[in-house]
């Protein structure tokens, strides 16, 4: 039986230092752009934890709000006014705010956010958390985020030990300090604007932050009643309730932050612009590999011409080189970015996984660039005369 080689393959295997190179250059293209999407989407994924952890149908944000981290307060009596309607069974409370918390080995103090709420009813979906809510009503008692990053020292580490760790906080723009005790650990984790977490009481977070009234809070959560429409219910709470509130259901409130990192902030557009400029780079090394190719080869090209093979042909087999360039040279790039997102996790505690997801854009990506590359390069094989060759 005889098996038959395809001419682009014997193309580019003739040469085996040339063909390496290329592969090596479309893997790194590859790496590249799985890297560039892989941080986007952990960006946009660890700025979302909080709303798509909590527990409520539809949430209460300022009018002025802009993202989580940004202090954008309303009036309390807004949750009750909300309450007073048919289909919402019941209301909490969620206070955020920066602290800084000081590092119990080296003193040195650094930005933490606090999250506090009534511990009647844990407002989390976190199994950690609802396990340990009613520790919560302690007073100066704090549940810590063990998935921080390691600059607030060795307290998760110390709790696991079971031994006893206290800490001290400080409100933002103080100098004194407010010692608490972790009484329990949760996961959480950072995100491109929040370095570690810590949820406490409302009675604990008003004796930390004394400049802060009770009267104003930063998320309303509304629970509904059973077969009570979201949809339905938001449109009478925002045609009813005073504007200087929002209404949103949780796909809306996780689009809502995503879209502020997306579209309002310079770290949004830098990583589209270097996804798009990943790409571009990419046609551009494709180009020259092909487009180097058919140069080399162009009298054996020219020769098939003579004999009566036509431009189809010919494009075909520069087409099919573009596809082994793209396949070959993503199976290294995968399995490159895989280990670099494990590296990236564990160096920077976000959410850097590889996905199918992902896997698939790239791999698309990488196809697309490929065959532009192969189009773009075969302007002058199209033309390419047999006459002037020979």
């Known amino acids: 039986m005889t098996i038959k080689i395809p001419v682009a393959w014997l193309q580019l295997a003739r040469q085996r230092i040339r063909f390496l190179v290329a592969l090596a250059g479309i893997a790194f293209v590859a790496v590249l752009m799985f890297m560039q999407i892989g941080f986007q989407d952990a960006l946009y994924a660890s700025a979302t934890q909080v709303q798509k952890n909590l527990e ?104 696991v030990q079971q031994e006893p760790v206290s800490v001290e906080i400080f409100g933002y723009n103080s100098t004194i300090g407010y010692k608490v005790k972790v009484a329990g650990l949760f996961k959480l984790g950072p995100s491109f604007g929040v370095d570690g977490n810590l949820m406490i009481s409302y009675s604990t977070l008003m004796r930390l932050f004394q400049d802060r009234s009770p009267g104003y809070i930063d998320i309303g959560i509304l629970t509904l009643k059973p077969g009570a429409s979201p949809q339905k219910v938001l449109a009478m709470l925002s045609a009813h309730l005073p504007k200087d509130v929002k209404v949103l259901t949780r796909e809306g409130f996780i689009d809502f932050e995503r879209n502020y990192w997306s579209v309002r902030t310079p770290i949004g557009f830098i990583f589209n612009l270097m996804v798009i400029m990943g790409f571009v780079v990419g046609v551009v090394v494709v180009y020259q590999i092909l487009y180097s190719n058919i140069s080399s080869h162009l009298a054996e090209y020219a020769t098939l011409k003579a004999m009566g093979f036509k431009n189809k042909y010919l494009l075909g087999i520069v087409f099919q080189q573009s596809l082994i360039l793209a396949l070959l040279g993503y199976i290294p790039g995968i399995a490159i970015s895989t280990i670099l997102y494990d590296i990236a996790k ?38 390419v005369d047999p006459a002037d060759i020979f």
């Open 56 to 159: 409520g149908d539809l949430f209460l944000i300022s009018s002025q709000y802009k993202s989580l981290t940004s202090n954008q307060s309303f009036p309390r009596i807004r949750l009750y006014q909300a309450l007073g309607f048919e289909d919402v069974e019941s209301v909490n409370s969620l206070y955020v705010q920066f602290a800084k918390l000081k590092n119990p080995i080296n003193g040195r103090k650094f930005p933490i956010y606090v999250l506090g709420f009534d511990p009647a009813k844990s407002v989390f979906k976190l199994p950690e958390v609802n396990e340990n809510v009613n520790l919560l009503k302690r007073p100066n008692v704090v549940l810590f985020d063990s998935s921080s990053r390691p600059e607030f020292g060795p307290i998760a580490e110390k709790f």
């Open 346 to 383: 564990n160096a920077t505690k976000l959410p850097v996984l590889m996905s199918y997801d992902k896997a698939t854009i790239v791999l698309l990506s990488t196809l697309i660039m490929c065959f532009t590359s192969a189009f773009l390069s075969t302007n002058k094989l199209r033309v």
